[in-house]
């Protein structure tokens, strides 16, 4: 080993070693910070939540690189071993964006970075960056698994939501391009989604899915912001004006309005469409995102119709099967009224105390057996 390495490696090991005092410090304050924001939003059982999520969800990255450049990977575990899944970084974006949203950059930038430089030839966006972690490879064949509505939504939500966070509005000039290319894709695509895949792909694929068109709508109202902050003003009015055509249509199509309470439906083309009901999730950034795009009495007729569908450990995550997603259930609460957002809050808990497994703590579940 030479010599220069060798006096570098003992000083990494000294400096990790001599480092203790201030890493407990810096933990012990975020550990207090979830845990005193959680206690004051949903008490105890929503501090049971959260400090286990936060172990679990860093559990998955890797941070790398060196002084000039860093990116943020993610592994999915449990379906496969891809890395920088889309669609897995959406579900983790929360909590990067609470504890440190400059880091939402690190994650969005491989993304970007393969994809511009013609690394995936489709005109929407890729489901992640390799199938084998940590070899981020790519996949210049086209060849992975295609959620192109879900994705192309992700991307675009994601990007703004980082720029707002930290005012970054070069960082949407320098993506306008994609960005718009992904939008156009789902302006074409949006309204009457194809059979395709959504991020619960373990459900399999349905044609226009009426949560999944509510991504593709309120992405592309995010796109009409980006434009907008961008100075583009011609794409700010065209895609506000696709946004809002399609959510008012949206509405008619994928709402059962004649039914007590009223709800969104799983899809609007099924025979018995208004008997089928699911957890409305991607609601979530219409709000975060502040777009507005999406009228209160939707906010305020899916947190009256949770209750009514609710089984011993939370609700299903739709009307297909009994099992749901904590963390979809986690993000229709954040949105719902407050006895709702308290009902999902103490039946995931409960879960959590209740389950006998010793492994790592799941997002899918059965909401009548706890399995």
Same mark, same amino acid.
């Given at each position: 080993?030479?010599?220069?390495?060798?006096?570098?490696?003992?000083?990494?090991?000294?400096?990790?070693?001599?480092?203790?005092?201030?890493?407990?410090?810096?933990?012990?304050?975020?550990?207090?910070?979830?845990? !005193?924001?959680?206690?004051?939003?949903?008490?105890?059982?929503?501090?049971?939540?959260?400090?286990?999520?936060?172990? !679990?969800?860093?559990?998955?990255?890797?941070?790398?690189?060196?002084?000039?450049?860093?990116?943020?990977?993610?592994?999915?575990?449990?379906?496969?071993?891809?890395?920088?899944?889309?669609?897995?970084?959406?579900?983790?974006?929360?909590?990067?964006?609470?504890? +440190?949203?400059?880091?939402?950059?690190?994650?969005?930038?491989?993304?970007? +970075?393969?994809?511009?430089?013609?690394?995936?030839?489709?005109?929407?966006?890729?489901?992640?960056?390799?199938?084998?972690?940590?070899?981020?490879?790519?996949?210049?064949?086209?060849?992975?698994?295609?959620?192109?509505?879900?994705?192309?939504?992700?991307?675009?939500?994601?990007?703004?939501?980082?720029? !707002?966070?930290?005012?970054?509005?070069?960082?949407?000039?320098?993506?306008?391009?994609?960005?718009?290319?992904?939008?156009?894709?789902?302006?074409?695509?949006?309204?009457?989604?194809?059979?395709?895949?959504?991020?619960?792909?373990? &459900?399999?694929?349905?044609?226009?899915?009426?949560?999944?068109?509510?991504?593709?709508?309120?992405?592309?109202?995010?796109?009409?912001?980006?434009?907008?902050?961008?100075?583009?003003?011609?794409?700010?009015?065209?895609?506000?004006?696709?946004?809002?055509?399609?959510?008012?249509?949206?509405?008619?199509?994928?709402?059962?309005?004649?039914?007590?309470?009223?709800?969104?439906?799983?899809?609007?083309?099924?025979?018995?469409?208004?008997?089928?009901?699911?957890?409305?999730?991607?609601?979530?950034?219409?709000?975060?995102?502040?777009?507005?795009?999406?009228?209160?009495?939707?906010?305020?007729?899916?947190?009256?119709?949770?209750?009514?569908?609710? !089984?011993?450990?939370?609700?299903?995550?739709?009307?297909?099967?009994?099992?749901?997603?904590?963390?979809? +259930?986690?993000?229709?609460? &954040?949105? &719902?009224?407050?006895?709702?957002?308290?009902?999902?809050?103490?039946?995931?808990?409960?879960?959590?105390?209740?389950?006998?497994?010793?492994? &790592?703590?799941?997002?899918?579940?059965?909401?009548?057996?706890?399995?």
């Amino acid at each position: 080993m030479p010599c220069g390495k060798a006096v570098l490696t003992r000083g990494k090991i000294s400096f990790f070693y001599e480092d203790y005092s201030n890493a407990r410090d810096v933990a012990t304050a975020v550990d207090e910070k979830i845990k !005193q924001n959680s206690l004051s939003v949903g008490g105890k059982d929503y501090l049971t939540i959260t400090s286990l999520s936060a172990r !679990q969800a860093f559990g998955a990255t890797q941070l790398v690189g060196n002084w000039t450049k860093q990116d943020f990977f993610i592994k999915e575990l449990s379906s496969d071993g891809n890395i920088q899944t889309v669609d897995v970084i959406y579900p983790f974006y929360p909590i990067l964006l609470y504890l +440190e949203p400059s880091m939402t950059k690190l994650m969005l930038d491989p993304l970007f +970075e393969h994809q511009e430089s013609g690394g995936f030839f489709r005109t929407f966006a890729m489901h992640d960056l390799g199938a084998s972690y940590p070899n981020a490879t790519g996949h210049h064949d086209g060849g992975d698994k295609l959620q192109p509505l879900e994705e192309c939504g992700n991307m675009l939500i994601l990007t703004l939501a980082y720029a !707002q966070k930290e005012l970054d509005i070069d960082y949407l000039q320098t993506h306008y391009k994609i960005l718009k290319q992904w939008t156009e894709y789902l302006v074409k695509e949006t309204l009457f989604p194809n059979e395709q895949l959504s991020t619960d792909d373990f &459900a399999g694929k349905l044609s226009n899915q009426t949560n999944l068109a509510l991504k593709g709508i309120i992405s592309i109202e995010a796109m009409a912001v980006i434009a907008n902050l961008t100075g583009h003003s011609n794409d700010a009015v065209k895609y506000s004006n696709v946004s809002h055509t399609y959510v008012s249509k949206w509405q008619s199509l994928g709402i059962a309005s004649n039914t007590t309470p009223s709800h969104t439906t799983l899809s609007y083309t099924q025979k018995f469409q208004n008997d089928t009901h699911g957890l409305a999730y991607n609601l979530y950034f219409d709000r975060f995102l502040k777009l507005n795009l999406i009228p209160q009495y939707v906010y305020d007729m899916q947190s009256d119709v949770y209750p009514t569908a609710v !089984q011993k450990y939370g609700v299903p995550l739709d009307t297909r099967h009994c099992y749901t997603k904590s963390d979809w +259930e986690m993000w229709a609460a &954040a949105i &719902a009224s407050e006895t709702t957002r308290n009902m999902f809050i103490h039946d995931l808990a409960k879960w959590i105390n209740e389950t006998h497994t010793n492994t &790592a703590c799941t997002d899918l579940y059965d909401t009548r057996n706890g399995e």
